[in-house]
């Protein structure tokens, strides 16, 4: 077998393999981006535990196909990079956001995404990074507890002190 082959084959395997473990990928067009942003790009998805690459179209086509991920085909097309999220589903798509609104003349685009096997569009992706964080949405569900659980009591104690003076 040709080295070149051999070398197109463990490039496959990389990208299945990297496949398998994230818990989300999100397709980015990436023209139109400068050497200085794309570090920063880089800085901010290693910050958010997301690992960045560009592969080749046809190669990363093949890896999805051999998982059984078919609904990439269009999007597969020009500059193409990725951004595997493993532990945080979200960080991809919520760095992107993030960082696009801090360099707004950056013309990078969301292409589509993978999120947990299911394929999403570009649309999908980008409102789907505009959640909050786990830890926020932890503290909001906290807190609407912590509000029912005050007015309950208040409600409880109105109702004994009520009972309290029909008892007098």
Known sequence: MSRFLEEKKKIVSEVKDKLEKSNSVVLVDYKGINVADVTELRRRFREAGVDYKVYKNTLFKRA????????LSEFLE????????????????RTINKFLKDYPKVTIKIKAGIIEKGFMDAES???LGDLPTREVLLSMLVGGLQGTVRNLAYMLNAIKENKEAEAQ
């Open 64 to 71: 999805a196909e051999d998982l059984g991920i078919k609904d």
């Open 125 to 127: 992706v980008k409102t």
């Open 78 to 93: 020009g500059a193409t990079s990725f951004a595997f999220g493993y532990d945080d589903a979200i960080a991809p798509a």
